[in-house]
């Protein structure tokens, strides 16, 4: 009986209500053969075993969804398994049913449950909570709150882990390893997160219950241990100083993109193995240099973009002219 | 009696919205529309390289990503005197071509179908159907398991929702697929954009990707899979919905507007620039028998900002617009700006495209009934899918016979570098609608920067008549007979495809003051 009250009000948290439920109970237990007393057991009995699937609490801050959008583009194994079959999404404003206070009801109610994956995107303004208000409230007390419970924490995307573009601005956006000090985090940088690295990081919480083995600025080992330089393919365009000065001539195009305001030999992240879009295509492959979207400097120790001015950049050069940047040997 | 129901946040869209309505006698009756959140994303870009801005500016997005950088790079290749050739336009036009194809099925199937179907209906389907039996087993399964996240908790399906079994496993599993198809067409675009979200190729004077052969093959190969989707699924479902069991929702005209419209014009079909897929006009108090469409003529646009927290002004031109952050303003109640056209509020988007383009198809529903509104937009948006389809077709086979020609090329290189002074604006129509990008240059460097982009037009609030924005209006009369179960309000503003957080990017450079802020 008391099981029988649980699922209703567990159900009314869920927007349906009672009479709804039995009415469906019915049309659903007619359909798979069953009683309906049959049918509502095994859906209360199927309550205690729940819980299987991880919830997941995933909020938005100053942010741009495109982190959201690059976790939809997972095919292998399509977002629609990772959302319906693996895992429990509990609060995503950009994918969720419910608005207003629907949402918000879901939301206090698996906080205070405890033990879900939190997920970020976006920064914490620091210069003033009313920068970025959700339901009424900061965003930065709902990210605190959120943190209390969490069984782990994924900062997806540069925003969230180190305040990105948004750090630059008068907003001065902060990551979660300022916003939140103390506590473990996974950071996800590149901007947007790489649908892989977030992908591989939950399966990989699914198998084991655990986050991945990180480094000392919490991110993955396996994604953020070798150097966008190592494996580019214009590399030894690099060593031998031939950089490309024209889009436009056929003979330039694979050469090394220096002058155009690549910071691969200084940024680490497995974009020139892994590639993006399901191995497509990535930046340094399309023509245009790597802007250091996996590092916590990005944006503003990255600018200018588009010529070797940077501090980044000239450091790059100064290491490379002192014998620092070993050329690749000859296989 | 009078009711206030406020909706915070309003999901499934791009950004933070807030949405608050008075309802009398089971009617809106006045409507608010507040955008609460900002990240100074202009005050960021000054004084820096002109050519960081469209990078940084594609940030503002990342839904509609690439229509931004463009958009910039646009208003840069004005003010650096560059002229992007013919190769260097149809290499960003099959990106954004790929960008509108994912953009669209992805706010119809993910971020409004909910709203229009009682997704529970799939358990009383009959059919034998081994596809759409698996869908029904998933779904059950769900509900078995008692968890149903992310598709439930909702607000109740109401009389409008459609319950029929068959066309709600249909509709569900063309949730399922889309998700994966959509992927592959924002892959696509990675073909020549680099990735997704966030394409890197598109900077001032052209692009950076140099193309092959093998990428026109592939990328013609994979818009076959987004062809045959458009044609063969969304297209029809989108009809069987509006004229079928949401005729009624049609026919009344939910969620209408002030019938103003306004396109830039956009996605050149030849190198003259002057042919387009689609093209510039505004449309003021709209006559659907009787179509007069205004020459488009950027002077026009103003923005007011009597009731958004910025320092009080006359309307100004984006060009002069200040940006100076006034939250002492006790009438305010938005980060959005009013933008107006010749003082007047006006609609972006698909709906006013296909209106402005006379588009037979779209034309053709309009004399069956369907009256201008939420479900109006849906099928504007679902018709021009095709027509960029079709382009994107045709892009192909026109790169490939550029590409072979002697001279082919991509980019401007003459005009890479920054002028010491000088200004340039940029127009285009993102898949959400009339986009505009304005930069003034001073010593090479960013001096100030604007933008005016579709939500800002759609989420505006009042202006200084009082006039309401178009979601504002557009919300006045829709029917909410249970204030607890405000569907028909989401709908509406749902149907435009809202994008916020490109619309609140402004904040005032040179104090960073906030002073106070009213919160509900």
Not at chain 1, 171 to 183: N, Q
Not at chain 1, 233 to 254: A, G, H, I, V
Not at chain 2, 138 to 153: C, H, M, S
Not at chain 2, 269 to 285: A, C, E, H, R, S
Request: hydrophobic share 40%.
């Amino acid at each position: 009986m008391d099981k029988k009250q649980d699922l209703y009000s567990w159900l009314e948290i869920r927007g349906v209500s009672r009479r709804e439920f039995i009415k469906y109970c019915a049309a659903t237990a007619a359909v798979l053969g069953l009683s309906e007393l049959e049918f509502t057991t095994r859906v209360a009995q199927a309550l205690e075993t729940a819980a299987k699937k991880p919830p997941v609490i995933w909020l938005e801050g100053q942010d741009c969804a495109g982190c959201t959008i690059s976790f939809t583009g997972a095919l292998n194994p399509p977002a629609a398994s990772i959302i319906l079959d693996k895992l429990s999404i509990r609060y995503h404003e950009t994918i969720m049913a419910a608005a207003g206070h629907l949402a918000e009801s879901v939301y206090h109610n698996t906080v205070k449950k405890g033990g879900y994956v939190l997920v970020v995107e976006g920064s914490i303004p620091s210069a003033d909570d009313r920068f970025c208000m959700v339901g009424g409230r900061p965003f930065r007390k709902i990210v605190e709150e959120a943190a209390e419970k969490a069984a782990a924490i994924i900062a997806v995307g540069a925003c969230a882990a180190y305040g990105g573009i948004p750090a630059a601005g008068p907003t001065r956006g902060i990551g979660l390893h300022k916003a939140l000090p103390g506590k473990a985090v996974i950071n996800l940088s590149t901007c947007p997160v790489h649908t892989d690295h977030l992908v591989g990081t939950i399966l990989y919480f699914l198998a084991t219950g655990k986050g991945p083995p990180l480094d000392d600025i919490g991110r993955p080992k396996a994604y953020f241990e070798q150097s966008i330089h190592d494996n580019c393919r214009r590399r030894s365009y690099f060593d031998e100083d031939t950089f490309l000065k024209d889009w436009n001539d056929p003979t330039q195009k694979d050469f090394c993109l220096y002058e155009k305001g690549c910071k691969g030999p200084d940024i680490y992240s497995d974009c020139a193995i892994r590639r993006w879009n399901d191995g497509i295509n990535f930046c340094i492959d399309c023509g245009a240099g790597c802007q250091g979207c996996a590092d916590p400097d990005f944006y503003a120790g990255m600018t200018p973009l588009y010529t070797a001015e940077s501090e980044r950049s000239q450091n790059i050069m100064a290491r490379k002219k002192a014998g620092l940047i070993p050329k690749k040997e000859k296989v | 009696m009078v009711e206030k129901i406020v909706i915070d946040p309003v999901t499934r869209i791009e950004g933070h919205l807030k949405i608050e309505v008075e309802v009398e006698n089971g009617n809106v009756k006045d409507a608010w529309s507040s955008g609460t959140m900002a990240r100074g994303f202009e005050a960021l870009l000054k004084g820096k390289d002109p050519r960081d801005a469209p990078f940084v500016t594609s940030r503002f997005c990342g839904v509609c990503y690439s229509v931004h950088q463009l958009t910039s790079a646009r208003a840069l290749d004005e003010a650096f005197g560059a002229k992007v050739p013919w190769g260097g336009t149809l290499l960003r036009n099959l990106a954004m071509g790929a960008q509108y194809i994912y953009d669209h099925v992805l706010h119809f199937y993910h971020l409004s179908a909910l709203d229009y179907i009682d997704i529970m209906a799939v358990a009383n389907y009959k059919g034998k159907d081994k596809g759409l039996l698996a869908v029904k087993d998933k779904i059950v399964g769900l509900v078995k398991a008692n968890d149903t996240f992310p598709l439930t908790p909702r607000y109740k399906p109401d009389e409008f929702c459609v319950k029929d079994p068959d066309m709600v496993i249909s509709a569900v599993k063309h949730y399922i697929d889309a998700l994966s198809t959509h992927a592959r067409a924002r892959n696509m675009g990675a073909i020549f954009g680099g990735r997704t979200p966030h394409y890197q190729s598109i900077v001032v004077g052209g692009f950076t990707q140099y193309p092959d052969i093998n990428m026109v093959a592939r990328f013609r190969t994979m818009l076959d899979e987004q062809a045959k989707f458009v044609n063969d699924v969304y297209i029809p479902d989108v009809l069987a919905f509006g004229t079928g069991p949401l005729f009624p929702l049609a026919k009344m005209g939910l969620g209408g507007g002030h019938y103003n419209y306004i396109s830039y014009g956009a996605l050149e079909k030849d190198p003259t620039g002057k042919d387009l897929v689609f093209p510039p006009g505004v449309i003021v108090g709209l006559d659907p028998k009787n179509i007069k469409v205004q020459p488009f003529d950027q002077k026009k646009i103003t923005e007011s900002v009597k009731y958004a927290w910025y320092k009080q002004d006359e309307p100004q031109h984006p060009y002069n617009g200040k940006q100076e952050f006034d939250l002492e303003q006790k009438k305010a109640y938005s980060f959005v700006k009013a933008p107006r056209y010749d003082g007047l509020p006006m609609e972006a988007g698909p709906l006013a495209r296909m209106l402005i383009a006379r588009e037979p198809t779209f034309l053709g529903l309009v004399k069956q009934g369907v009256k201008l509104g939420a479900v109006a937009r849906h099928a504007a948006r679902a018709i021009e899918t095709k027509l960029v389809v079709d382009a994107c077709y045709k892009w192909c086979d026109d790169l490939l016979s550029a590409m072979t020609k002697p001279g082919f090329k991509i980019h401007d290189t003459d005009h890479w570098e920054p002028p010491n002074n000088g200004m340039g604006s940029g127009f285009y129509e993102a898949p959400r609608g009339a986009l505009g990008h304005w930069i003034k240059i001073k010593d090479k460097k960013i001096d100030n920067y604007q933008a005016v982009v579709p939500s800002t037009w759609n989420a505006s609030p009042r202006d200084e008549k009082k006039v309401r924005g178009p979601y504002e209006e557009s919300l006045i009369g829709v029917p909410v007979p249970d204030p607890d179960n405000p569907i028909n309000v989401v709908r509406v503003i749902r149907s435009f495809d809202p994008c916020l957080a490109c619309a609140i990017h402004l904040i005032d450079p040179k104090t960073n003051e906030i002073r106070k802020f009213i919160v509900e």
